[in-house]
């Protein structure tokens, strides 16, 4: 059976993303025209605009549509901004970041991953992100960014990412113990001491690599 993906994207867009209030222009046209399916491995391809998060390898999986979505929306990026992101993964999201924004950082810690993130973003013709391949939680960089989005969840908030923060930036995560994560909007203290959190939504994702809670041991 041959899926007209154009319509499928059209789908996703209509039925998932705008249900889910995401309104902001820009980003449901970049979600409308970005051909998520040559971001999903072939055996899943078929799937690339389902209600799913899809497997990427490595325990690790894409984000669903609607969250996609929602982090685009939460950090109303302009074009002339400098965008991080924490966890390339499939390389989906750093195409939509670098669709919104003049310039994109990404970091990978799994190696082929960040290879296959580039290769579909060449394909895309998509050329002002940078793929590291590199732990982000060990990552250090004197650049500065206006905005952050973070792929994966966070027990607690590490602060060495708002560090990477220009004034006035701001960042997107997933925070908290599962079931009941919470997605927020960070943004620096006015004091330069500690962070404004803004929750967004409810929702669950996998932890980072070194991200997750530490087990607690009960006697």
Known sequence: ??????????????QQVRPWEVFQPRVLETLARLPRERFVVEAHRALAYSDLALPIGHGESMMKPVLEGRALQALSITAGEDVLEIGTGSGYLSACLGSLARDVVSLERHADLARTARARLQAQSIGNVRIDTIDALQWDSERRFDAICVGGAVATIPSRFLQWLRPGGRMFVIHGLA??????????????????????????????VGAAPVPQFQL
């Open 1 to 14: 059976m041959t899926i007209d993906y154009a319509k499928a994207r059209e789908t996703m867009v209509e």
């Open 179 to 208: 079931p009941a994560m919470q997605a927020a909007l960070v943004r620096p203290a006015d004091n330069a001491a500690g962070f404004q959190i803004e929750s967004l939504f409810e929702t669950e994702l996998p932890y980072l």
